[in-house]
């Protein structure tokens, strides 16, 4: 006999760092449909940027749209703004940048792998990896001076420079990271019983991805050869020899190796990006009002951020519009539960990375 | 009497998103991952409003979450702290006046510990809970009620019912 039960899962859940909402209906334990809501932490950030603060504090601001990506946001509003506004960034300030976003991709990458390994039941997994992130966020320190929200991308440059002290000990950070790397690649990797767990759950298909317009590490994991660090000109990363990395299976156990092959990449692009940093100036003069409208592309930890701004001449931006990487991924939410077992369903959504305060702003 | 010993060396805690930037909230993660390892003090983080002991509130409260943190707030049972983690918790921080925020957590519900920064650093997030630890040790089991969106509290002989006490709550907002 079969049986329909409705399953809500959130708003408030173990499981779940952020307020969402999903309610699931089940036959027999799979899902046979999916509702979701994740309007709880609408704070109308586009809306205060638009009328409340000048458009020299809206890197700031944003940065708060997300804690996890924050520097993705406020450099991606530095980049849009520096095109409407007189401004020259120096070559250093761009490389110190990048350097800030592989950093801050690690750090993600890292804590959506311990999410995922703690939603399927492997504790100590989760402990292992939250350990070795630690590593991160000690270099982010170094480098910018906070854990978490550091404010390091502004109009014009970076707020800091960095010196080869400080060169050396990021060196040493990154370099202690990699030597626990392949530890932690066993565990996700070849071991039996996490292979058993993740092999085959929550797939989601090249087609299906790329017909539900899927971005970041979800569509690289399917397959799909979308990553903004080579599509778009604006921080020069084809200068470092940038390669996107795919992986075709699509499914729990690709998102995990991608994620681990991305942290590899991140961590060889921030050392050639330390290897090769050029001279000059860290911080340049803005001049001028932002007149006219531009927008930037950047790949966020978990895909394509898209910044909009238009100026009318005045210190605050006429229209400020967000898209955030998980608003772009929503629709495949939905194909990826429909037909899974329930209790696979936190590792699912934990390997999805969602961030709701991106999405609701 | 043995209760209220043991009750300092074993606080669950609940921690709640109303409306924050994730920032505070990977710190608190990072206070129960090994390199701050609260499990030490016995702190254990545990979904569940009727175990905990300490509330842990992120973010500035917006319009949608406000009703879901007094409801949980008054499913805790006495006595409870709350601690406030992040400017942005303390005060609305920079989200402060915008349209859909409601400018901190204690507006809502009281506070005993607040913790200023943005982000809170896990150092100054075991402070601020090993502070509201203290606050426990001296209070009673007083039913304390949330500043604003509350319902009526019954009691029937011995017994008191609180399962109103937030139910004005969803009336307001539906
Ligand atoms: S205090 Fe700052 S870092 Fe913490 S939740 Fe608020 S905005 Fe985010």
Known sequence: ?361 | MRLERFRKKSPWILHYNAGSCNGCDIEILACLAPRYDVERLGILNRGNPKQADILLVTGPVTHRSRDRLVELYTQMAEPKVVVAVGSCTCSGGIFRHMYHVGDGVDQFIPVDSYVAGCAARPEQIIEGVARALEILEHKSHEIERPFQLRGPLYCSGEQTIRRQMAAKVSDETN
């Not at chain 1, 990826?336 to 999805?352: K, N, T």
């Open chain 1, 1 to 361: 006999m079969i049986k329909q039960l409705h399953i809500p899962l959130g708003s408030q859940h173990a499981a779940l760092l952020e307020p969402l909402r999903l309610d699931f209906s089940t036959e027999n334990e799979r899902i046979v449909s999916v509702r979701s809501d994740m309007g709880y932490v609408h704070r109308g950030v586009e809306h205060a940027c638009m009328n409340r603060f000048d458009f020299k504090k809206v890197p700031f601001v944003v940065a708060r749209v997300c804690g996890l990506c924050a520097i993705t946001h406020s450099t991606a509003a530095v980049l849009a703004t520096e095109q409407i506004v007189e401004c020259m960034v120096s070559e250093r300030a761009q490389w110190l940048r990048m350097l800030a976003l592989e950093f801050d991709r690690i750090h993600s990458h890292m804590l959506c792998l311990a999410h995922v390994a703690e939603s399927s039941g492997y504790e100590a997994l989760f402990m292992h990896t939250m350990m070795e992130r630690e590593r991160v966020m000690e270099a982010q320190e170094i480098l910018s001076g906070n854990r978490v929200q550091f404010d390091y991308a502004t109009l014009g440059g970076v707020t800091r420079d960095m010196d080869s002290q400080c060169a050396q000990a990021l060196l040493a950070k990154v370099g202690a990271l990699k030597s626990v790397l392949s530890g932690l690649r066993d565990r996700f990797e070849a071991n039996w019983s996490t292979q058993m767990r993740f092999k085959g759950v929550g797939a989601i298909t090249l087609e299906e991805a790329y017909r539900l317009g899927t971005v970041g590490p979800i569509a690289r994991a399917a397959g799909v050869r979308t990553d903004i660090r080579i599509e778009s000109s604006h921080l020069p990363y084809r200068a470092l020899g940038f390669e996107p990395i795919v992986a075709l299976e699509g499914d729990l156990y690709a998102r995990n190796r991608l994620r681990l092959e991305e942290i590899a990449q991140s961590i060889e692009l921030i050392e050639r990006i330390l290897e090769g940093l050029p001279e000059g100036a860290h911080l340049s003069k803005v001049r001028g009002r932002p007149k006219g409208e531009a927008m930037a592309r950047i790949e966020a930890p978990r895909g394509e951020l898209f910044y909009y701004v238009r100026g009318n001449g005045g210190a605050i931006f006429e229209r400020l519009r967000i898209r955030t990487p998980t608003y772009a991924n929503l629709k495949a939410f939905e194909a990826i539960f429909l037909g899974q077992e329930y209790s696979s369903i936190p590792a699912i959504l934990a390997s999805l990375d969602p961030c709701m305060s991106c999405t609701a702003k």
